[in-house]
């Protein structure tokens, strides 16, 4: 997709959400089926089914996805697409990968310590980058994939969080 179909894609949008903020404020939906008798869940994706279970740390056997891992894949999916987005807008071509890594102490996750956190404590994204655009045009595309990436400001921003059980 070039920079003015992209643009044209995007200007009614952006025009409708200007004059009805309302109309862009979606509420996101994912949903998981617990699996009988085995430690996973299945989630479907809107492309496939992944079966997500416990990591090797945790006493999986590898075979399953780890949600650890699914969360660093979105915050990679998100980022890419955010920035070929942003590259593309501004006329930057681009080539290269993303790459997520976060640190997480099984002890947490396992009870095994109630004094280590449960989660990840630290991530790191990486952008490995080839383009012809100046080394301050591709800074200022990363910086602005950051500001934009939905997953990378959710993280960041540590949105309201809630929990509740539906139905029986």
């Known amino acids: 997709m070039d920079r003015d179909s992209l643009r044209q894609l995007q200007r009614p949008l952006k025009d409708r959400y200007t004059s009805d903020p309302s109309a862009a404020v979606l509420t996101l939906h994912a949903e998981g089926s617990l699996a009988d008798g085995d430690v996973s869940c299945s989630v479907e994706t809107g492309r496939a089914l992944v079966t997500a279970g416990l990591h090797p740390a945790t006493g999986g056997d590898g075979t399953l996805a780890c949600s650890g891992d699914m969360l660093l894949q979105a915050l990679v999916a998100c980022a890419g697409v955010t920035m070929r987005s942003v590259a593309t807008n501004r006329g930057i071509d ?71 059980r539906r139905g029986r």
């Open 94 to 164: 681009l080539k290269g990968t993303l790459h997520a890594e976060g640190d997480l102490d099984f002890r947490g996750t396992l009870g095994v310590d109630q004094s280590i956190a449960v989660g990840l404590t630290a991530i790191r994204l990486y952008f490995d980058l080839e383009s012809s655009a100046s080394d301050d045009d591709v800074d200022e595309l990363i910086a602005t994939t950051l500001k934009y990436c939905v997953v990378f400001q959710t993280l960041a921003t540590s949105p309201e969080l809630s929990a509740e």
